[in-house]
């Protein structure tokens, strides 16, 4: 069965009338952005652009360009510079901009280049990085907050040893959040914003529903590129996404600490290990940090958005720590308030780490908690059961429907005929978008809005056959 064509990753965007690369930014490991609404101007948003590099690398420019779908660019001084440790720096630029009108807007900003020599994206070297983020501005501006992460968009895995790592993302208007492993984007010179066109995603390397990510064997050393797009759900709606570009980098085996959570079969818990946290009652989290096997020592902290203003006042968390024979316990004593109860679990995440008194590399490990604040669990999601695959349809005339056209658009393209690429161009002219199509129903899910008006197409069939017309978005 053919899948829908989603414009989020299948769209190619043609940003080249007011597209310009940053430069003086190179050595890029990743990166997001965040926003929020301005309280006197719901039109208004102030935005924060991360992004993470070498520390070796070469310095960043004082000033990013954030690119708007409407054609609008931000100019984001750089409000900081920090070190993260391991040659990692983190590099912070603001800037504000006053859409005109309701609608979804994507906002973007792409830097050369990506770290030389990535293993599982073609070319190797020199591949632009492009962080973007989705938005629906409104007068009512229900989403005033984007998401936030908690840890940096780098992180470090050891040849033949399960990986295990965990972003911390967060809303703080409580929102619902889902998460999905995508393809990197990227940028022509020419400014078209797609897909990376050869990116490999190891066949065991996952997201959950908590945004816990894992890799059960990395198998090679280098450095690894890869893209998690969170999407924030209201009401059953969707009100935002966030891409995280991150790379991890593999290095080879060492001796790690061994980071385990001690007492959780004493919750009520799920298939999946979320754990009941009843209001008012006390909870004790146990963190076994075992020393590895060269006996070097380990440090511990935690990082959780219960410490973060907007809840900091509406919990506690008390740690303490007792020694054992190979190791000690990390135990986290926590107490959720009434005020606490919401859809969405909040994450825990306990980080052993290399004493930095200690000369060589600073390994270090993750260990999570996922906890529900309620008297019972919520029903675990059901994972949707694979539909059969239909019999092959054959298409012989070509179509478009329907016209006009609001949330999704079907383009049937005769089956003898082979691939075939359609172009949008906008009233004035302008290409406004390109889209690969396949022979047979392509079924194109309008989830990234292109703006209400006409549209002239123009769809181009492998046999060179051209068909041209008019489409109405609503």
């Excluded at 919750?267 to 999946?272: E, G």
Aim: contains cysteine; proline residues 7%; negative net charge.
């Amino acid at each position: 069965m053919k899948k829908p064509l989603t414009l989020r990753l299948l769209l190619l965007l043609n940003f080249s009338c007011f597209f310009l690369f940053q430069a003086q930014a190179t050595h890029l490991r990743g990166g997001y952005m965040t926003y929020h609404v301005d309280e006197q101007n719901s039109f208004k948003y102030h935005f924060s652009l991360i992004v993470y590099a070498d520390e070796l690398g070469v310095s960043m420019d004082n000033l990013a360009h954030i690119h708007v779908s409407d054609g609008s660019v931000i100019n984001a001084p750089r409000k900081s510079i920090t070190v993260e440790g391991n040659q990692v720096i983190k590099v912070v630029f603001e800037g504000e901009h006053t859409f005109s009108q309701e609608r979804t807007y994507t906002v973007f900003w792409a830097g050369i280049n990506r770290n030389p020599g990535i293993i599982n994206i073609k070319p190797t070297s020199d591949v632009p990085l492009v962080i973007q983020s989705t938005l629906d501005v409104s007068a009512t501006a229900t989403n005033r907050y984007s998401l936030h992460y908690l840890v940096p968009s780098s992180a470090q895995a050891y040849v033949g040893q399960p990986f295990k790592f965990n972003f911390l993302a967060f809303d703080q208007e409580g929102d619902s959040l889902s998460y999905e492993l995508i393809t990197p984007y990227t940028a022509s010179p020419t400014g078209i914003i797609a897909p990376v066109a050869e990116f490999v995603q190891p066949d065991d390397f996952r997201v959950n529903r908590f945004g816990e990510i894992t890799w059960d064997n990395p198998a090679l050393k280098g450095q690894y590129n890869f893209a998690l797009q969170v999407t924030e759900h209201r009401n059953g709606k969707v009100i935002g996404t966030s891409i995280n570009e991150f790379q991890i980098l593999v290095f080879d085996a060492l001796p790690l600490p061994q980071l385990t959570l001690l007492n959780k079969e004493g919750f009520i818990s799920s298939s999946d290990n979320l754990l009941l946290a009843p209001p008012g009652q006390k909870l004790r989290l146990q963190f076994h940090i075992k020393t590895p096997s060269n006996g070097v020592a380990q440090k511990a902290t935690h990082v959780s958005e219960l410490l973060e203003p907007h809840l900091r006042n509406l919990s506690t968390l008390q740690v303490s720590t007792r020694d054992t024979t190979d190791g000690f316990i990390y135990i986290i004593d926590f107490v959720p308030s009434e005020h606490l109860r919401r859809n969405q679990p909040y994450a825990i995440g306990v980080n052993s780490s290399t004493d930095s008194n200690q000369p060589g590399l600073h390994t270090t490990r993750w260990e999570y908690a996922y906890l529900y604040v309620g008297e019972q669990l919520p029903p675990e999601p059901v994972e949707p059961k694979p539909e059969p695959e239909p019999e092959e349809t054959e298409y012989n005339t070509f179509a478009l429907y329907p016209n006009p056209a609001s949330h999704y658009l079907v383009i049937e393209i005769p089956t003898l005929e082979g691939a075939s690429e359609v172009f949008f161009f906008a009233s004035n002219g302008q290409l406004a978008c390109r889209l690969q199509l396949e022979p047979g129903q392509n079924i194109i899910e309008r989830q990234i809005e292109l703006a209400a008006g006409l549209y002239t197409y123009q769809i181009l069939s492998g046999e060179n056959k051209v068909r041209k017309g008019k489409l109405v978005l609503l």
